[in-house]
């Protein structure tokens, strides 16, 4: 991500998250006993929501200043300030019950290494949570990066998941693919 989409990312508008927040989890339906790693974390907003359900977060950011938020204050939030793409070539997601991005997957260089390493260490019926952006939003990231629903679908489908859940936003959308 360059700097200059990194800066649009820092002033999304937390009223529009918060707006969907609560329809995400929902959707996720979280239980305590659950672990999520959230994917390209930002400020942490969504961090803090899942920490207030959830057993344990792992927030993975390249950003280390993004740690420096508010939202990364719950106890069962783990700061993991390095790229995924570094990260999944030493760890894995087998204590994962979700795996969430918000508006990262797309800016992702190491795409299809994320869904191998997804792929070969989930557990059947572990869920990956994905909110982007719709190819029709008027803003975030350049339309050319962007994945419509079944773009992402074709993307994700051949590593051994599913969809299983579906919302549409104003300017963005969440899709859950359970692994099987």
Request: net charge negative; hydrophobic share 35%; aromatic share 14%.
């Amino acid at each position: 991500m360059d700097q200059k989409h990194f800066m649009r990312h820092q002033h999304f508008n937390d009223s529009l998250r918060t707006s969907m927040v609560s329809d995400v989890l929902n959707v996720i339906d979280l239980k305590a006993d659950d672990i999520i790693f959230d994917i390209g974390s930002g400020d942490g907003f969504y961090s803090s929501e899942f920490s207030k359900v959830c057993k344990a977060v792992f927030a993975i950011d390249e950003y280390e200043k993004n740690f420096e938020s508010k939202h990364y204050e719950s106890q069962n939030i783990t700061k993991i300030p390095e790229s995924i793409c570094e990260w999944i070539k030493k760890n894995d997601f087998a204590q994962a019950t979700h795996v969430f991005f918000s508006n990262s997957f797309h800016d992702m260089e190491c795409q299809n290494e994320i869904l191998s390493a997804l792929s070969k260490s989930l557990k059947k019926g572990a869920h990956l949570d994905m909110v982007e952006f719709n190819l029709k939003a008027v803003f975030g990231p350049p339309k050319n990066i962007r994945f419509s629903k079944e773009m992402l679908k074709t993307k994700v489908e051949p590593y051994g998941f599913k969809e299983v859940k579906y919302v549409e936003f104003k300017n963005h959308y969440f899709i859950s693919f359970e692994k099987i």
